[in-house]
């Protein structure tokens, strides 16, 4: 049994990016699935579809690799954990890595980048950090 999605699908895209995988297949939740879309939308992955069979779901994430055959994500990390949540204003979540980062913030109007939080004024719990 998983007990945090978030992390093990953060964990499967990084592994499957060390081992130069083309897609990986991520456990579904409606958290995963807006984080996934979210990585579409900045770039960092080509595409995701859920997949279901069944009862069952999934998320099939196809990997971005640039010219030299290495992964377009440097470094993602799970900030806020099942044992320490971690909250944010709208005002520490303006930028990341100078802007070439992106923060995934889970917010009242959902889970959102860090810009559309900014943009809307809201805060919230700080998923995870992507580079």
Known sequence: MINDLVSDALTRIRNAGMRRLDVTTLVH????EAIANILVEKG???SCNVVEDGVKKTINVVLKYNDNGRTVINEMKRVSKPGRRVYKGKDE????KNGYGTIIVSTSHGVLPNDKAYALGVGGEVMCTIW
């Not at 939740?29 to 995963?32: E, F, M, Q, R, T």
């Open 29 to 32: 939740s409606k958290s995963v």
């Open 44 to 46: 960092y992955i080509e």
């Open 93 to 96: 979540i303006k930028r990341f």
